[in-house]
């Protein structure tokens, strides 16, 4: 078998068993509170909940932990000035928008994300006490 027959091969079954957006929606919406709290790798003060490692695990092709690793990085001393934030995650054609608001439409950041392999659709999540969660859960 040649180097490309296998990495198209190897392309195929991850797209055969990557979720799609409505499956990724459906199965989050599942998750009510949580039974176990992860700490973040790199920024140890950050907790998430099981929805969000679920969205971590199963975003894009590889998982969707760069999307942790910019909140844990970027966004997560912001609680300071904003205890309660919402993240919202909005990816079109392998594009992505990031709005960080107050919980009442005043963002905080917009930043945009030049490629990703995360599914497309809109995915949200609030920061708050140092826990990133999904609405579900909170």
Not at 44 to 54: A, E, I, L, P, Q
């Amino acid at each position: 078998m040649s180097t490309s027959t296998c990495e198209n091969s190897t392309t195929l079954l991850a797209s055969a068993i990557r979720k799609t957006s409505n499956e990724l929606v459906a199965e989050l919406s599942q998750f009510t509170g949580t039974e176990q709290w992860y700490r973040h790798s790199i920024n140890r003060n950050m907790r998430y909940t099981d929805g969000v490692k679920f969205f971590a695990d199963e975003g894009g092709e590889q998982g969707a932990y760069w999307f942790l690793d910019v909140v844990a990085t970027e966004y997560f001393r912001l609680q300071r000035k904003e205890p309660f934030m919402v993240i919202e995650l909005g990816v079109k054609d392998s594009r992505a928008t990031v709005v960080v608001t107050d919980g009442n439409d005043n963002i905080v950041i917009n930043q945009k994300v030049d490629y990703t392999d995360m599914q497309e659709g809109s995915w949200r999540f609030y920061l708050t006490d140092n826990v990133m969660l999904l609405p579900s859960e909170y």
